[in-house]
Structures are given as C-alpha cells and as structure tokens.
C-alpha cells in the first residue's frame, strides 16, 4: 500500500515514450502507485505491449497507444485516447525523447530537426493537449490536490553544454524554459508543471557510455556519487512529482543525477 499522499488511485497516467528505458520504468511505477497507464510507444509496439502486460500483471490498469508526439495530430490523438479509454487525465510524463549525435559542423538539419521535433515540440504538444484536458475536466479535490499534473523530462543537459550533442543540449535548454512558463501560466489554475532532470541512467540511448568496463570507468569520473543511475530512481522521483506530497512544487527541475551537476572535477581543484 503506497503512503496515502503517494497513492495514485482514481486518477489517469500519460507516458509519453514509454516502450523502453526511463519511460518504461515511470509507467511501471506510476501503475504501482494505482493511476492506470497510458502506455505511448512510437514504432515499438512489442515493447509498448510489454509494459502494459507488466503493469496490468501487477493488478493494474493500462493500454498501450501508439504515437509520434513530434506530430500535432498524433499528439492530439494521443491525449484523446487516453480520455476514451479512461474518461480523462490527470498526470502527463512528456518523457519522449532521443539524440542524433554529431559535431555541430556536420550536423546535418535533419539531425538538428529530429531532436527538436520530438524532445522540444513533442513535449509542448503533448503539454498543450494535457492542459486542455485538464481545465475541461476541472478540479477534483477528492481525487488530487491539484487539477494536474505534468512532468517533463529533460537532463542535465539543460544546464550542462554538451559538445557534439547542440541539438540534444538546445532541447532540453528548451524544455526548462517552456516547462518554467506553462508552471507560471497556469499556476493558478493548480496545474503544477515541473521537470526531471535525469544526469546517466543506464537505458540504451547512452549504451555506447557504459557497457565496457572502460567506458564506465570513464563516465563514473563524471558522476561523484559513484554509481551510474537506473531507471528506477528517475522512476521514483516521478512518482513523487505526480503525487499530492509535492503539491507545493511546480516549476522545478529536479535534478537526479547522482552529483553530476555539481562540478565534480573541482572536489580537489580549482
Ligand atoms: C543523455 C545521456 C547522457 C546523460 C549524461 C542524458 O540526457 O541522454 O546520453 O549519458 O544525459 O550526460
């Protein structure tokens, strides 16, 4: 039984890119939590599946619904699936995400249009459906203390600059100040919005990072709390976000990243 201000029942989960890594893991926890589970998945309909068959073998609730967030219309439909299958939404994790790496002399528009498209306009169109739905549906105290709730994923990096990944870092610069601004627009509606912050977390869209010993030990020299991270730590602060015991935050980005954001190559330097 969750603690009761952590307890998601009654109310309705989005997760955007959720057939695999952090995604999965999120939608995973928040069907634990008792929220059922909009599963989305882009072109991995066996993993999205997946998810669904673990949250519902856990005694939940869930469907999986396929989707590019990059698309208004796929957007749009996303969020309405949701409302059919479960009348409304409360919570969104606008979690879709990936990176086209290259240095920025050869970053092709392509590369540099994929990254926006799904990390920074993905999110916004998901971000804008949700909102919609949530002041047509209105507040329900019984159910949350606030009308909802969305959670952006973004990174380290929208603090970190990251060279060979410009794309990657002015996406996630951008998902703070968008995510900040919708926190501020419709605070008063208690629409709390506010962002993870995920520094390594050991999914396949950084695999190159640590699955040689070498590498690992070389990432590790980023990371002072000596540990790559899972996904289920990132997870976890998403459930927390959802849940009414962080009813008094929004516009946060909540760092979770084992240190990584606090300059560790100055612990004895400098
Ligand atoms: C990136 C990963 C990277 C991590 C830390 C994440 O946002 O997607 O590839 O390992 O930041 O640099």
Redesign the pocket.
Known sequence: MPAPLLDLTGQVAVVTGASSGIGAATAKALGAAGAKVVVNYHSDEAGGQKVVDAIREAGGEAIAVGANVAHEDRAIHLIEAAREAFGTVHILVANA?L?RDAPATEMTLDQWNTVIGVNLTGQFLCCREAIKEFLRRGPQPDVSRSTGKIICM????EK?M?GG?VN?AAS?GGVMLMMQTLAQEFADRKIRVNSI?????R?P??KE??ETPEALEK?LK?IPYGRIGETEDIANMAVFLASDLSDYVTGASLFV?GG?TLYPGFQDNG
Do not use: C, F, R
């Open positions: 995400g990176q973004s990174s380290v990096h970190i990251w990944h990657y996630k912050a995920p520094g390594a977390i999914t869209i950084n990072a640590w990432l980023l990243d990584m």
